[in-house]
Every structure is written in structure tokens, then in C-alpha cells.
């Protein structure tokens, strides 16, 4: 009845069927499911419940949302219609129907009304109603005396007993109102059944005396139904006056800048953060797509994507920067101010996409306790263990390579392929790895070639995976040792890919946390961008894009000078995702600009020199004509100078220059810049990749040489031209070029600044990183550090 009466006043009822062997644990998941989907406004749960396992049914109708309780079963509807909330509650069905009834025969105020039977679903909220309709109201029940003197002296009589003509005709106050909400059933040979269907009151008495009264069947059960569609209804209007299409309903927390700036620290303390599960309701993820660590960050479950695959993508933004002093040049606090300022200052949907920081060789060199300076800040402490992911990925395929050297050398083939853990650890063949090879933080290897083991393919690998079932297969294909006839050894080889991947699982989920403002942030993953492609993960961004929606924007970052993270952003992460941005934003500071046009060297943990605070307008600005930015963002310094690098980028081809003082004050700092990134998305665009990857390695390498760093052209080393022949020869020449060079300059040595010319830039050597699925070329003498391979078969 409910459903055919939905569908003829066009609403979309839809009915959940579960099996009678769930528990109850099954249907509180399902009732939560219902809760958070916003295209449902209203929620009954069929009573009884009629499972083989133990329910508690309070426990369940309290689950379903009040604002969804079109029943009005739970007990803060029931509170708030017994405090005479009745604007502001859902009113129990039968009882709003009843009372529906009882308006029509006149005037209620003032009479007497009695009521038989006391449950949540009919006595008790009807006499509330009754109460606040200001009559005066006696509820009779099981243990009440002298029943039918009580109905006599009733005007209005609502009867819910449950007792087969339990009211007698002669009971009845001459002219009364009866509602009988009864349903029995009762003997009667005449019927097909058996049987026949009665109220609680005796019907052919009781119309002889009542002025008013209700059959059954064919009274107060239809009248149940029409306030269900009624309430469905309310409940649409009441969620309708608050939802705007697209736009989430999210609380920002109001920033108080300090002048003079406080430490981090004190900024850190300032701030009291929603909870995560709150933050996850309010961007549109569901509480079974979250998995909470803690109560202010948590992992997002790959299950969102799927569900919002539907979903049009939101505008795509990358920040990046110019070629960034020792010091940084601030994409990270630019990418979070810009989200700030578009989500609490410019009231659109927001969402920021950053790197994990690395712990490198200094712990909090980058900030791993908290991150990223004042008022751009996201709070960092070994965050979801990622990092610790990857690092026990590795340590795995350094142990299986150890173990299987060991092995190979000390036992015979024979030998190898009967030991039980063979197809287990080792795959079913012997390989021959000669184990110099493979180093990865080994204690023989000099400690200036490591850079970490974010450094390893194993977080290229977690960057650009768009599926768990896509990092599975990356990790098989990953080269870990050659053998000594000159054969790749992939961890599938070792017959440990399943197991990398079993590690690293949950390292795939995006990590959600918050801003000091509110807005939300991914964070995840940390692949450099001097030896590896520099973005955060692509799995971020892909979620990020359908939740915001397509009014919204996803500041992504792309670390390091552009030549290096955006470069690798657009010929890497982009032709891997599929993805292509709407605006890119080139960040650049007056002390970096003036340190690449001539000034003195700036060293990490040491003052600045004098000539950065002094303010200076003089041709001390380096042209970059190699950086292609739609947006510059200039932060701090004076309006002199802000003002030059404003006219001098706008010269250079940038569409907009926007002062920008989000370090200081947070999104309000960055509000003009996100105006000018709303108009520059609505602007025509189109992207190119800078090279075909039909080119060979070479003339690949050459583009970006040329086009990117402003290198006359490229020298491939001895080592290097075997390497182009030999993945030519192996079929890998198609796949993107992923530079290893410095972040420091433009060239190959970190010591030029500026817009170095007239250099030729040494490639020493190539290496495939097969897992991640591209090439990288080490530029001068930069190194690795965290893999070394040999391509030479053993003599």
C-alpha cells in the first residue's frame, strides 16, 4: 500500500529487502547507508522485525536519522512531541491521521478525550497530540478501573488496544467522535478464510451512538499511509530550504591572525579541530567509505570513487613554483591558503591535495610533527603510517633478494626447487641474482647516495596508482635485480608481488585531514621531484575532483620549480590519471627572485642576509621563459616590489599577478588570488603534452632539455647511450621521461641561478623504474641513492 501510493503522488519509494537470517548489526549498516544517501528524505523500518537472530527494535529505530524519521518512531521525535515541538518533529503516522480525522468533526479545544492504550506508536503520541491541541486528556490502559465510565464522559475516543470489539456501543457518550485504530482478526464461517477483520471497538453497536466514527478496515489505515507521503513530503521541503545544489554544507572555523606572527606552535595550539567523521559528512563521504585513525584524520576507502564515478569532476588547479631557493618557495602554503580562501572565504567547494612530507635524514626538516607553516597549516605526525608502508615493502624485497642470494649460492637448483618455501618466497625457478645488484639502505652503501626509501620505486608506484588492482600490477612489474645472464628480476620473479601489495594496501587510501580553517586536505603520498615525478597521488586528486563537484576546485601541488614537479605532472601524472587541469598557479617570492638575479647564497638554518629585507627596485628579476603559468601568486615583501614582479609577470605572458599574504592570514590572505583562478577556469584552455611518446629516449630527453631547463642540448654519457639502445631494444622506448636533476637550478648544477644559457646538460645515465612506468635519466651528478641497478650481464 505504501509503495502504490507513493508511486501515484510520484514519489520514488524503493524497498529494502533483507533476508530473515540478518543480524542486527546488517540492518544498523543499511539504516546508515539510507542515512547519508541526500537523494533519500525519508526512512520506515517495518515493524516487526522479523529476523531469525535477536533484535533490539529500540535500538534500531533510534538508528535512523530524526530528520529522515518520516515514522516518527525515535525517541527525539517522541521528545520533541511531547515537549509540544510540533513544527520541529515528524508526527508517528497513525496519530497525525487520527487527529487529521478528529480537526474535521469540529472544534477540539476544550473537549474531553480519552485514549486506549499507551504505545509509542499510537496511545502515547496520541495523546500528546491531543495535549497540545489543548484538550484535556485521559489515557486509560491495561490497569485502568471502571473502563467503560472513563469512555463515557468522552468526547473524542481514540481506541489502540489491540482487543477485538472491546468497546461496547452502550459505553459511548451520545454524539462522540471514535477513532478506532484496531486491527483483530476474528472467526467467521462466512468468509474464504476463516476469518474476519475487526476493530477494538464493536462497530454495529457503536454507530447507533457516536457521531463520528471510523471503520475497519478502510478508516484510519488509509489515512496511516497519506501521513507517510505527508511527512515524506515535509521532510523534502525542510531539506530543500537548507540544500544547495553542489554546495556542501560545511562549517569553517574563524582564523584570529596575530601581529606579531606567533610560533607555529602557538598557532598549533590555537586551533580546535572538527572531527574527522564530521568533516567526512560534511564533503559527502559516507561513514562506511572512512576509516578513522584517531579523531582527526582518517583513510578514505577506494569505494567512494566508485560510487561517485557518476559524478562530473570539479575544476582542476596545480600550484607550482619558480626554481625554489634552499628554503622553498611556499607551493605547499599556497596550495592550502588558495583552498582556504576558495572554501571559507569564497564560499565554494574546496578540496587540497598535498604531499606527506618525508622524514629524510633530519627529523621536522619539513615538518613531520606539524606541517607547513602559520596559517596554512595541516597538523602531521607519522600521519597513517604510509611512509612506514613503503619502508617495510622495501625492506621485504631487500630481505627476499639477501635470502635468495644466500640460497642460490650455497644450494643446488635441485636442491632449490624441493625446499618447501620455494613457491612460497622464492617463485618455482632458480634466477641467479648476483646481489650487488640491488642495494637499498644497505650499510655498505655510502651514506650521501641515500635519499630515503620514500625515494624508491615503491612510492612512485603508490603516486600514480588509480586502483588497488593497478598497484597490484605495478608492483609485479617492478625491476628489483638482474641476473647474472642480464635478466630483469621483477618481485613477481621472487613471488612476492602479492605480498608487496598486501602491505601497501591500505597505504593506498587517501589520507583526510583538515586546515586551520576547516577546508578539507589529502594528503598522501611523498615522491620527490628531483629523482622521481613529485605530485601527490592521483587516487587523491580522482576523489577529491567528484566530491567537490562540479562547481568546486582541487588545488593540487606540484613540488619543486616547474621545470621538475609541473613538467612531471603534466607528461606523467596527467597521462597516467587522464586527467587535464583548468588553471595552473606559478608561485614566486621577491628573496627567491632576488637570489636567482644575483644576490648572495641562502643556507638552510642560517639568517637571511640583509639584502632580502631591504627593500630594492632594480633589474634584480630573472626572466623564466620556460615556466607556463596561468596565474602567478607573489607572497610577502614590499608593495614596491610586489608591484615590479606583478608587471613584470603580466610582460612574461602570466594571464593574472596576485599579491598573496595567506602566510600570514590565511585563506582571507589569498581571496583575490582565488577570484582570479575562478575567472581563469572560465577561460578557454587547452593542453598539450611537451612531447610525443612515440619519440625516441634521446630526442625525448632533448624537448625537455631545450624546452624546459633553456639547455642548448643534451650529452648522453657512454653509460647512458647503452641504456638508450638497450631499453630501445627491449621495448620500453615508448614510456615518459622522469628527469633526476637538481631542484636548485634550472641546469645541472645547483649553484647557477638565474636563467642559466649556453650549457649542454650531461645525461650519465638512464634507469627504468618499470613499476612506476617511466624512464629517469640522472642529470650531472645527482644520485638516487635508494636503488642501484647493474644492466650488465654478468661475464
Same mark, same amino acid.
Given at each position: 500500500?505504501?509503495?502504490?501510493?507513493?508511486?501515484?503522488?510520484?514519489?520514488?519509494?524503493?524497498?529494502?529487502?533483507?533476508?530473515?537470517?540478518?543480524?542486527?548489526?546488517?540492518?544498523?549498516?543499511?539504516?546508515?547507508?539510507?542515512?547519508?544517501?541526500?537523494?533519500? +528524505?525519508?526512512?520506515?523500518?517495518?515493524?516487526?522485525?522479523?529476523?531469525?537472530?535477536?533484535?533490539?527494535?529500540?535500538?534500531?529505530?533510534?538508528?535512523?536519522?530524526?530528520?529522515?524519521?518520516?515514522?516518527?518512531?525515535?525517541?527525539?521525535?517522541?521528545?520533541?512531541?511531547?515537549?509540544?515541538?510540533?513544527?520541529?518533529?515528524?508526527?508517528?503516522?497513525?496519530?497525525?491521521?487520527?487527529?487529521?480525522?478528529?480537526?474535521?468533526?469540529?472544534?477540539?479545544?476544550?473537549?474531553?478525550?480519552?485514549?486506549?492504550?499507551?504505545?509509542?506508536?499510537?496511545?502515547? &503520541?496520541?495523546?500528546?497530540?491531543?495535549?497540545?491541541?489543548?484538550?484535556?486528556?485521559?489515557?486509560?490502559?491495561?490497569?485502568?478501573?471502571?473502563?467503560?465510565?472513563?469512555?463515557?464522559?468522552?468526547?473524542?475516543?481514540?481506541?489502540?488496544?489491540?482487543?477485538?470489539?472491546?468497546?461496547?456501543?452502550?459505553?459511548?457518550?451520545?454524539?462522540?467522535?471514535?477513532?478506532?485504530?484496531?486491527?483483530?482478526?476474528?472467526?467467521?464461517?462466512?468468509?474464504?478464510?476463516?476469518?474476519?477483520?475487526? #476493530?477494538?471497538?464493536?462497530?454495529?453497536?457503536?454507530?447507533?451512538?457516536?457521531?463520528?466514527?471510523?471503520?475497519? &478496515?478502510?478508516?484510519?489505515?488509509?489515512?496511516?499511509?497519506?501521513?507517510?507521503?505527508?511527512?515524506?513530503?515535509?521532510?523534502?521541503?525542510?531539506?530543500?530550504?537548507?540544500?544547495?545544489?553542489?554546495?556542501?554544507?560545511?562549517?569553517?572555523?574563524?582564523?584570529?591572525?596575530?601581529?606579531?606572527?606567533?610560533?607555529?606552535?602557538?598557532?598549533?595550539? *590555537?586551533?580546535?579541530?572538527?572531527?574527522?567523521?564530521?568533516?567526512?559528512?560534511?564533503?559527502?563521504?559516507?561513514?562506511?567509505?572512512?576509516?578513522?585513525?584517531?579523531?582527526?584524520?582518517?583513510?578514505?576507502?577506494?569505494?567512494?570513487?566508485?560510487?561517485?564515478?557518476?559524478?562530473?569532476?570539479?575544476?582542476?588547479?596545480?600550484?607550482?613554483?619558480?626554481?625554489?631557493?634552499?628554503?622553498?618557495?611556499?607551493?605547499?602554503?599556497?596550495?592550502?591558503?588558495?583552498?582556504?580562501?576558495?572554501?571559507?572565504?569564497?564560499?565554494?567547494?574546496?578540496?587540497?591535495?598535498?604531499?606527506?612530507?618525508?622524514?629524510?635524514?633530519?627529523?621536522?626538516?619539513?615538518?613531520?610533527?606539524?606541517?607547513?607553516?602559520?596559517?596554512?597549516?595541516?597538523?602531521?605526525?607519522?600521519?597513517?603510517?604510509?611512509?612506514?608502508?613503503?619502508?617495510?615493502?622495501?625492506?621485504?624485497?631487500?630481505?627476499?633478494?639477501?635470502?635468495?642470494?644466500?640460497?642460490?649460492?650455497?644450494?643446488?637448483?635441485?636442491?632449490?626447487?624441493?625446499?618447501?618455501?620455494?613457491?612460497?618466497?622464492?617463485?618455482?625457478?632458480?634466477? #641467479?641474482?648476483? $646481489?650487488?645488484?640491488?642495494?637499498?639502505? *644497505?650499510?655498505?652503501?655510502?651514506?650521501?647516495?641515500? *635519499?630515503?626509501?620514500?625515494?624508491?620505486?615503491?612510492?612512485?608506484?603508490?603516486?600514480?596508482?588509480?586502483?588497488?588492482?593497478?598497484?597490484?600490477?605495478?608492483?609485479?612489474?617492478?625491476?628489483?635485480?638482474?641476473?647474472?645472464?642480464?635478466?630483469?628480476?621483477?618481485?613477481?620473479?621472487?613471488?612476492?608481488?602479492?605480498?608487496?601489495?598486501?602491505?601497501?594496501?591500505?597505504?593506498?587510501?587517501? *589520507?583526510?585531514?583538515?586546515?586551520?580553517?576547516?577546508?578539507?586536505?589529502?594528503? +598522501?603520498?611523498? &615522491?620527490?621531484?628531483?629523482?622521481?615525478?613529485?605530485?601527490?597521488?592521483?587516487?587523491?586528486?580522482?576523489?577529491?575532483?567528484?566530491?567537490?563537484?562540479?562547481?568546486?576546485?582541487?588545488?593540487?601541488?606540484?613540488?619543486?620549480?616547474?621545470?621538475?614537479?609541473?613538467?612531471?605532472?603534466?607528461?606523467?601524472?596527467?597521462?597516467?590519471?587522464?586527467?587535464?587541469?583548468?588553471?595552473?598557479?606559478?608561485?614566486?617570492?621577491?628573496?627567491?627572485?632576488?637570489?636567482?638575479?644575483?644576490?648572495?647564497?641562502?643556507?638552510?638554518?642560517?639568517?637571511?642576509?640583509?639584502?632580502?629585507?631591504?627593500?630594492?627596485?632594480?633589474?634584480?628579476?630573472?626572466?623564466?621563459?620556460?615556466?607556463?603559468?596561468?596565474?602567478?601568486?607573489?607572497?610577502?615583501?614590499?608593495?614596491?616590489?610586489?608591484?615590479?614582479?606583478?608587471?613584470?609577470?603580466?610582460?612574461?605572458?602570466?594571464?593574472? $599577478?596576485?599579491?598573496?599574504?595567506?602566510?600570514?592570514?590565511?585563506?582571507?590572505?589569498?581571496? $583575490?588570488?582565488?577570484?582570479?583562478?575562478?575567472?581563469?577556469?572560465?577561460?578557454?584552455?587547452?593542453?598539450?603534452?611537451?612531447?610525443?611518446?612515440?619519440?625516441?629516449?634521446?630526442?625525448?630527453?632533448?624537448?625537455?632539455?631545450?624546452?624546459?631547463?633553456?639547455?642548448?642540448?643534451?650529452?648522453?654519457?657512454?653509460?647512458?647511450?647503452?641504456?638508450? $639502445?638497450?631499453?630501445?631494444?627491449?621495448?620500453?622506448?615508448?614510456? &615518459?621521461?622522469?628527469?633526476?636533476?637538481? +631542484?636548485?637550478?634550472?641546469?645541472?648544477?645547483?649553484?647557477?641561478?638565474?636563467?642559466?644559457?649556453?650549457?649542454?646538460?650531461?645525461?650519465?645515465?638512464?634507469?627504468?623504474?618499470?613499476?612506476?612506468?617511466?624512464?629517469?635519466?640522472?642529470?650531472?651528478?645527482?644520485?638516487?641513492?635508494?636503488?642501484?641497478?647493474?644492466?650488465?650481464?654478468?661475464?
Amino acid at each position: 500500500m505504501k509503495l502504490k501510493a507513493a508511486a501515484e503522488i510520484g514519489i520514488n519509494a524503493s524497498h529494502v529487502r533483507l533476508p530473515k537470517t540478518a543480524t542486527e548489526d546488517e540492518v544498523l549498516r543499511r539504516i546508515v547507508e539510507v542515512n547519508e544517501n541526500l537523494e533519500v +528524505h525519508g526512512l520506515i523500518v517495518q515493524l516487526p522485525l522479523d529476523s531469525i537472530n535477536p533484535m533490539d527494535t529500540e535500538k534500531v529505530t533510534n538508528a535512523v536519522a530524526p530528520e529522515k524519521d518520516v515514522d516518527g518512531l525515535t525517541s527525539i521525535n517522541a521528545g520533541k512531541l511531547s515537549r509540544g515541538d510540533l513544527g520541529d518533529c515528524f508526527i508517528p503516522c497513525t496519530p497525525k491521521g487520527c487527529m487529521k480525522l478528529i480537526s474535521q468533526t469540529g472544534e477540539v479545544a476544550g473537549k474531553n478525550a480519552v485514549v486506549i492504550g499507551r504505545s509509542k506508536i499510537v496511545g502515547a &503520541p496520541m495523546h500528546d497530540l491531543l495535549l497540545w491541541s489543548h484538550a484535556t486528556v485521559t489515557t486509560c490502559h491495561s490497569k485502568t478501573t471502571d473502563l467503560a465510565a472513563q469512555v463515557g464522559r468522552a468526547d473524542i475516543l481514540v481506541v489502540g488496544a489491540g482487543k477485538a470489539e472491546m468497546v461496547k456501543g452502550e459505553w459511548l457518550k451520545e454524539g462522540a467522535v471514535v477513532i478506532d485504530c484496531g486491527i483483530n482478526h476474528i472467526p467467521d464461517d462466512s468468509k474464504a478464510n476463516g476469518m474476519r477483520v475487526v #476493530g477494538d471497538v464493536h462497530y454495529p453497536s457503536a454507530k447507533e451512538k457516536a457521531g463520528f466514527i471510523t471503520p475497519v &478496515p478502510g478508516g484510519v489505515g488509509p489515512m496511516t499511509v497519506a501521513m507517510l507521503m505527508e511527512n515524506t513530503v515535509q521532510s523534502a521541503k525542510r531539506f530543500l530550504k537548507t540544500y544547495q545544489p553542489g554546495k556542501w554544507n560545511i562549517s569553517y572555523a574563524k582564523l584570529k591572525p596575530q601581529k606579531p606572527q606567533p610560533s607555529d606552535v602557538a598557532i598549533a595550539h *590555537s586551533f580546535t579541530p572538527k572531527t574527522i567523521g564530521r568533516l567526512a559528512r560534511e564533503v559527502g563521504l559516507f561513514s562506511e567509505e572512512v576509516e578513522p585513525y584517531g579523531t582527526t584524520r582518517a583513510k578514505v576507502r577506494l569505494e567512494a570513487l566508485n560510487r561517485l564515478k557518476t559524478q562530473p569532476n570539479g575544476k582542476y588547479l596545480v600550484v607550482t613554483g619558480i626554481t625554489p631557493t634552499p628554503l622553498g618557495e611556499g607551493t605547499t602554503t599556497t596550495t592550502l591558503g588558495l583552498a582556504q580562501a576558495l572554501g571559507a572565504h569564497l564560499h565554494v567547494n574546496s578540496f587540497a591535495c598535498v604531499r606527506q612530507p618525508s622524514r629524510g635524514s633530519n627529523f621536522g626538516v619539513k615538518g613531520e610533527f606539524f606541517f607547513y607553516k602559520t596559517y596554512c597549516l595541516v597538523f602531521l605526525l607519522h600521519l597513517t603510517s604510509d611512509i612506514q608502508a613503503v619502508m617495510a615493502a622495501s625492506s621485504l624485497v631487500v630481505d627476499t633478494i639477501n635470502a635468495r642470494v644466500l640460497c642460490e649460492s650455497t644450494q643446488s637448483d635441485k636442491v632449490i626447487q624441493n625446499i618447501i618455501l620455494v613457491p612460497i618466497l622464492f617463485g618455482s625457478r632458480p634466477i #641467479g641474482i648476483f $646481489a650487488r645488484f640491488y642495494l637499498i639502505n *644497505s650499510f655498505q652503501t655510502p651514506s650521501k647516495q641515500l *635519499s630515503g626509501y620514500v625515494a624508491s620505486e615503491m612510492m612512485a608506484v603508490l603516486a600514480l596508482s588509480t586502483s588497488l588492482g593497478d598497484m597490484t600490477r605495478r608492483l609485479a612489474r617492478v625491476v628489483v635485480a638482474y641476473s647474472r645472464k642480464g635478466k630483469p628480476v621483477t618481485t613477481e620473479d621472487l613471488g612476492i608481488s602479492g605480498v608487496l601489495a598486501t602491505l601497501m594496501r591500505d597505504a593506498v587510501k587517501p *589520507s583526510l585531514m583538515q586546515t586551520m580553517e576547516g577546508t578539507p586536505v589529502f594528503v +598522501h603520498t611523498c &615522491p620527490l621531484s628531483d629523482i622521481a615525478q613529485g605530485n601527490s597521488s592521483i587516487l587523491a586528486d580522482q576523489i577529491a575532483l567528484k566530491l567537490v563537484g562540479p562547481e568546486g576546485f582541487v588545488v593540487t601541488e606540484a613540488e619543486g620549480g616547474a621545470e621538475l614537479g609541473m613538467e612531471k605532472f603534466f607528461d606523467i601524472k596527467c597521462r597516467s590519471s587522464g586527467l587535464h587541469p583548468d588553471v595552473v598557479v606559478m608561485v614566486a617570492s621577491v628573496p627567491a627572485l632576488k637570489m636567482h638575479g644575483g644576490g648572495p647564497a641562502v643556507t638552510a638554518g642560517s639568517a637571511m642576509p640583509k639584502e632580502y629585507s631591504a627593500e630594492v627596485i632594480s633589474p634584480w628579476l630573472p626572466s623564466q621563459p620556460h615556466s607556463q603559468a596561468a596565474e602567478i601568486c607573489i607572497s610577502t615583501d614590499t608593495d614596491a616590489e610586489l608591484g615590479l614582479v606583478c608587471e613584470q609577470a603580466k610582460l612574461a605572458g602570466a594571464l593574472e $599577478a596576485v599579491p598573496c599574504s595567506h602566510w600570514a592570514e590565511g585563506g582571507a590572505g589569498a581571496v $583575490a588570488l582565488g577570484q582570479a583562478v575562478q575567472r581563469a577556469a572560465e577561460t578557454p584552455h587547452q593542453m598539450n603534452f611537451l612531447y610525443d611518446l612515440e619519440m625516441p629516449i634521446d630526442d625525448k630527453i632533448r624537448v625537455i632539455a631545450k624546452s624546459m631547463y633553456g639547455a642548448d642540448d643534451v650529452e648522453l654519457l657512454p653509460q647512458a647511450q647503452k641504456k638508450v $639502445a638497450l631499453f630501445s631494444k627491449q621495448g620500453l622506448g615508448n614510456l &615518459p621521461i622522469c628527469m633526476a636533476k637538481t +631542484h636548485l637550478s634550472l641546469s645541472h648544477d645547483p649553484e647557477r641561478k638565474g636563467v642559466p644559457t649556453g650549457f649542454t646538460l650531461p645525461i650519465r645515465d638512464i634507469h627504468a623504474n618499470l613499476g612506476a612506468g617511466f624512464l629517469y635519466p640522472l642529470v650531472g651528478t645527482v644520485s638516487t641513492g635508494a636503488v642501484t641497478h647493474s644492466y650488465e650481464p654478468a661475464q
